[in-house]
């Protein structure tokens, strides 16, 4: 339950303070904060703000990717939830948080 | 992000045993191009990815439920932007301008029909009517119209010439002296009200008129004051305005700055006022 409201906190924390496309640096750095804090054997930067985290296996096999998107849309988001965008105009709709 | 923040939770606690699991977060996948840049990215074969599941929400689907799809997930989106040259014209004179409102209009009644004619479409598309920004471009100011503005200057300077030669035998120069005053300080008016570009060709006529004026009747007087009094007063006015058009751009431009340009041909109106006074104690025989 606890690691469930931490997830939860993290979504909503990146709700808060969407960026737009190409422009994540304050996301990027956030995620890759709470990553690091897992210890990945390798991160890798993909461009500006574009960044993986490989976990190595003690072998060599098959080396599997999942990917999300860092980017929020232009939008003036209009709701009240307690944890909705706080930059005017810029908001997580396609739920990318 | 989230979701992919818990898995690799639960992945950084069982490590693999075989090969490895990456966590890619990539920028901009609202505009079509984070994905190409991150797999042109000279470090993207240092994953060596044999798998890759690209995450999204899809809306409307059950909670705690896995969509796989093979291939695309979404079509893809092309955007398109029409710039449009139109014309600018005052409120009391729109049949001078071209306004783009009816182009607008008449672009967003085709992809209308565009949209639901969909016979004229090979897959699965939709258009939307997306505004972002339209350029008008300001025609107003163009070199050409520059140069016209130009030509009524001289229009203005031969034109006075002209009437000055003709009337040579019973104009008194002081009397030019004391209307190019009134002229001047009229044109600081007309400046200030001119609120129309219309207006424009025949200020700079007058302007034309005053300039001529000016060097006309300054040689004028010169050629009237030769008492001695007379001469030593012309040569203190011509040496000091000499200094004149250095100072002038510095200062004219300073007062516009600070205090914008109606402050400015205040200042003008009331100086060039002043120089009555001067012209007054000038002595002509004529």
């Known amino acids: 339950m606890q690691e469930k409201n931490k997830i939860i906190a993290i979504r909503q924390h990146i709700h808060r303070f969407p960026e737009l496309s190409n422009k994540e640096f304050k996301t990027a750095e956030y995620i890759s904060s709470i990553m690091m804090n897992l210890k990945p054997n390798r991160h890798i930067s993909l461009g500006k703000t574009s960044r993986a985290f490989v976990f190595d296996g003690k072998e060599k096999g098959k080396n599997i990717v999942f990917r999300a998107e860092l980017d929020a849309l232009a939008i003036l988001e209009i709701s009240a939830l307690g944890y909705r965008s706080l930059k005017q105009g810029v908001a997580h709709l396609c739920g990318h948080n | ?286």
């Open chain 2, 1 to 286: 992000m989230a979701i992919l923040v818990a898995l690799a939770e639960k992945i950084a606690n069982n490590r693999p045993d075989k090969g490895s699991v990456a966590f890619l977060f990539q920028a901009a996948e609202e505009v079509e191009q984070g994905a190409r840049d991150v797999v042109l990215h000279p470090n993207f074969s240092e994953l060596n990815a044999d798998y890759l599941f690209a995450l999204h929400n899809i809306p409307g689907i059950a909670k705690d439920s896995i969509i796989m799809k093979r291939g695309s997930f979404a079509a893809a989106s092309k955007g398109m932007t029409l710039v449009m040259e139109g014309k600018t014209a005052h409120a009391a004179e729109l049949e001078n301008g071209i306004s783009p409102a009816s182009a607008i209009a008449k672009i967003i009644k085709h992809t209308e029909r565009l949209n639901t004619s969909k016979d004229l479409f090979m897959d699965l598309c939709f258009l939307s009517n997306y505004c972002r920004f339209f350029t008008i471009k300001y025609t107003l100011f163009l070199n050409t119209t520059t140069g016209l503005y130009l030509l009524f200057k001289v229009i203005g300077v031969v034109s006075i010439s002209m009437l000055v030669l003709m009337n040579n035998k019973k104009t008194r120069f002081n009397m030019l002296l004391y209307s190019n005053v009134l002229l001047s300080v009229l044109f600081s008016f007309a400046v200030v009200l001119a609120d129309r570009a219309s207006f424009l060709p025949y200020i700079f006529m007058l302007g034309g008129v005053i300039v001529s004026l000016y060097i006309i009747t300054m040689n004028g007087v010169l050629l009237e004051i030769s008492g001695n009094e007379n001469r030593a007063l012309y040569t203190g006015f011509a040496g000091a305005g000499n200094i004149l058009p250095m100072l002038f751009p510095l200062v004219a431009g300073g007062i516009i700055e600070r205090w914008g340009y109606i402050s400015f041909f205040a200042v003008f109106a009331i100086v060039v006022s002043l120089s009555a006074f001067f012209i007054y104690k000038i002595k002509c025989k004529k």
